[in-house]
């Protein structure tokens, strides 16, 4: 009977991390704070932030974006696949008055072996056109735990 049970927590445990969904972590550049992502299919996903933009003046921030990755899209080595990614999302930043924008981030993941991680680098300009009108450039680097 323990080897049974044994045998089904193992399964259970092995079908988990092949279906972890869902992530969760830290990014650092502008901005730093915490990521998360929810993958939907294969190749697609909606990653999130909540984080602070570090420049002339420290501002808090979300952003969400809708974005689309093509798997093993670039080798390193022989054996690192690369993904790439884009998408579309918006951003709002808390300063004297909200600020809107859009973003259209690009950037590169890699999935660890087991999939139960990633690490990423990502450039994302932002078109800001509530509150103030302006162009910006947001550079992050960051890693997820999957769960």
Known sequence: MKAIVL???????????????TGLGVMLGNPTG????????????????MAFSMGSKTRFQLH???LFHSNGE??????HPLDLYYGIGG???FDD???LGIRLPVGL?????????DIFGEIAPIIDFIGR????????IGARLYF
Request: no cysteine; net charge negative.
């Open 64 to 66: 969400s974006d809708y």
């Open 7 to 21: 045998l089904a927590l193992i399964v259970f445990s092995s079908s988990a991390v092949a279906q972890a969904k």
């Open 97 to 99: 008055d909200i600020e």
């Open 133 to 140: 009108f302006g162009l910006e450039l947001s550079l992050a």
């Open 74 to 79: 670039l080798i390193f080595q022989d054996n």
């Open 91 to 93: 951003r709002m930043e």
């Open 109 to 117: 993941a890699h999935k660890m072996e087991n999939e139960r991680a």
């Open 34 to 49: 915490i990521n998360g992502k929810y993958w939907l299919s294969e190749t697609k996903a909606v990653d999130g932030g």
